[in-house]
């Protein structure tokens, strides 16, 4: 629902297809990682890694070279990334759905799909994982424009309390919490894929 709700910032739906690969891709890949036991410490930064392959796979491949970044890639995300700081405070929704914008948007769509899965599986959260996408959504609503606030405000909501409400059933047998009156610990436990987490991961990409 966040990235959909990014048609209140963008000028057509050009943007979305890039931006839920993104997401779907990060998602499973934290999967991947979660089932073969990696440890947070390395998964979480091969995953930010990934961000960034993602994106020049998605925005700027045209300039890689067997799929990997080069110079004319890392040139163009910092022509990219001085436009955005450049027009932040002049820009008026809705913006083109191709360039900077979108490209600044699909990473921290991904930098919050990397902390989110970060705090629901390796930290035991149960309403931190809402917050990474929460604040870009209260981004998207007020620097919007009106289309479709009202419905996806309430679709966006209600995601995000099954998305805690799974998590809570999914931690409240043992395991910790992020953020609790219990200790931080990495449980193997959350890497297993059962009914529960996938259920979450619907959530997840729903949200």
Sequence with gaps: MTAVSMCRVFSDWDYLAPMLVMV???HFA??????LRVRGVIAIPLLFVLVAILTGLLYYRASL???LPT???LDSIRVDARLVFRQFATAVAPVPSHGSFATATAVALGVCAVL???FAFRAQGRVEPVVPCGVLFV????LGTERQRVLLTVLWIGVALLAIAVLRFAHTSGGSTWMGSRAFTLDRKSTR???VTFL???CRLLL
């Design 24 to 26: 779907g891709a990060l």
């Design 30 to 35: 934290s999967l991947v990682l979660r089932m």
């Design 65 to 67: 070279s067997f799929g």
């Design 71 to 73: 110079g004319q890639t």
């Design 116 to 118: 989110s899965d970060a």
């Design 139 to 142: 981004f998207a609503a007020a």
């Design 193 to 195: 894929l059962n009914s």
């Design 200 to 202: 979450y991961l619907v």
